[in-house]
């Protein structure tokens, strides 16, 4: 259990969807965005990407695994990762794992600060379900708690997610010392 700061009380969601959306929501217009899917991220990208998208959520598990046990995840066959850029630059991401041929799930969907605010984040729940559903897989599932954004879970409801239950879990915040670590990492 790392030192420093006291733990976060979090209640966890989980929730499934079991038919691929009807409706997908449009790309907002006016702005400059393209969505690219990540072949063999590179493990300090992806740490980026999770660090500015999700510091203010506290997504502090992946920041905390070493080289090899990220790459055991994020470079595995059944993981898909796609990153959004506004302007050229990253913006946020999505990640997706096949856990079984009839279950698929979103283990992470944010933007980062400066993407907030301008529509993208049903634009890219969208964009996140219909890769999803791609394979035709029985259910599409996620988790949310409530030290994430506080839109997070009234969004995955609008596209038709269904809570199935729930939990509390205590989060460890990330110390300099991990944040140091994660800085260095190649």
């Known amino acids: 259990m790392p030192k420093g700061r006291a733990p976060l009380k979090a209640v966890v969601t989980y929730l499934e969807q079991r038919q691929r959306p009807a409706l997908l929501c449009p790309m907002p217009v006016n702005l400059h965005v393209a ?14 990407l999770h660090y500015r998208t999700g510091r203010e959520w506290h997504w502090v598990a992946r920041l905390r695994l070493d080289d090899d046990a990220l790459a055991k995840i994020v470079h595995a066959p059944e ?9 050229g630059a990253p913006s946020g991401f999505f990640e997706l794992c096949q856990t079984n041929k009839e279950t698929v799930n979103l283990e992470y969907f944010g933007l980062m600060p400066h993407a907030h605010g301008r529509g993208l984040g049903r634009w890219l729940l969208s964009q996140a379900l219909e890769s999803a559903w791609e394979n035709s897989p029985s259910k599409v599932t996620v988790n949310t708690c409530t030290l994430d954004h506080p839109a997070a879970l009234p969004l995955y409801q609008k596209l038709g997610f269904d809570p199935i239950g729930q939990s509390e879990t205590f989060l460890h915040p990330l110390t300099d010392a991990d944040l140091l670590r994660t800085a260095k990492s190649p």
């Open 35 to 48: 969505l690219m899917k990540q072949q063999d991220i590179p493990l300090h990208f992806y740490r980026y």
């Open 79 to 87: 993981t898909s990762i796609n990153v959004l850029y506004l302007n």
